[in-house]
């Protein structure tokens, strides 16, 4: 079959690889339909991902038809669509039984890795996301083995379309989560850093939960654009304005009720800090840029919530602790619990509350990947998100 893999920072291919195979009796295989290039394999594309190997399959938002289940997969037959979860969960252990899903104990064969790594246990194993992360080929194929297919995958009404149903694998729970992580009450004001896909849905999220402004803030006028016509929110480009104090003018000197960093390790900073956290990062006395973070930290009102659906691989200098811990601040971060969040969106869908294809950019097929990629790491031709047609 055909799938995308990885060979280095910079260099995907399409190859030819061995079609996946049923391993466990709890497995399934599933003929790929749609896939999609999260903002999150930029990182695998640019390198800063430890543990990938040459020949590693990418991909983690996918979803199609069944074609094979394993002796102990009762849920599924062949035939059914479905979407799949890219957080791959047990659906016994402690963590799985208190809705935890990405959290799981026993669906990172790596966990060792995770725990030489940061020092503790990690989360769960996530498909095409490096051998900390379990080794699992990823979704960028024709076809895939999904583990655990009698917890993860669910079936999807042949009312709704691929591209309408395909983003609950990953950024429309994953934006829905950060929103709901601020506990939103009537008359907050939520701002979000980072304009992506992830972002746009936080933003829609926010208001679906009752927050009364959302201000959006990116540096992209086309994903600004997007933001305040599809979201509604009132947007600060971070080129042209200092967003601290604008965010103080806007909200009365009090700063955002709730802050979410939709962007992650990659932070492009400017100025000083822009160039402290590239000379730090060359050196290897940071892994991470934390640029946005640190802003989102500083402008959040006394007493609010910094939600971080944005990745963050290791370790993060000069962070504003000292404001974080004066002002009350609420942290809450991780990948997402997608599993708990499946039903509920889908359901958002189906009753026509939110279309999730308003942030698709471009379509390409298979065979574009690697174009695929460096249109969107580069921001070229405004691509905001890349659909693969298999």
Known sequence: MKAVCWHGAGDVRVETVPDPAILYPRDAIIKVTSTAICGSDLHLYDGVIPTMQKGDILGHE??????????????LRKGDRVVVPFTIACGHCHFCERTLWSLCDNSNPNAWMAEKVYGSTSGS?????????????????EYVRVPFADTGPMKVPESLTDEQVLFLTDIFPTGYMAAENCNIQPG??????????VGQF??????????DRVIGIDRHPKRLKMAKEQGGAEVLNLDEVEVG???????????????IDAVGLEA?????????????????????????????????RKGGTVSIPGVYGGLLDKMPMGAAFAKGLTFKMGQT????????????????????????THRL?????????????????DCIKVVLKP
């Open 337 to 360: 619990h997608v599993h708990r969040y499946l039903q509920p969106l889908l359901e958002r869908i189906v009753q026509g509350e939110l279309d999730p294809t308003f942030v698709i």
């Open 188 to 197: 907050d004001t939520v701002a979000v850093w980072g304009c992506g896909p």
């Open 62 to 75: 996918f979803m199609g038809e069944v074609v094979e289940v394993g002796a102990a997969v009762k849920n």
């Open 125 to 141: 194993g996530l498909f095409g996301y490096s051998h900390l992360f379990g080794g699992y080929a990823g979704g960028q194929a």
């Open 202 to 211: 936080a933003i829609k999220s926010a208001y679906m939960l009752g927050a």
């Open 245 to 259: 104090e604008a965010l103080k003018e806007m909200t009365g000197g009090w700063g955002p009720s709730h802050c």
């Open 365 to 381: 097929k298979l065979d574009d990947a690697p174009e695929g990629y460096r249109t969107f790491r580069d921001q070229k031709d």
């Open 268 to 300: 492009h900073g400017s100025g000083i800090e822009g160039i402290y956290d590239n000379v730090m990062n060359a050196l290897k006395l940071e892994t991470d840029k934390p640029a946005a973070l640190r802003q989102a930290i500083v402008a959040c």
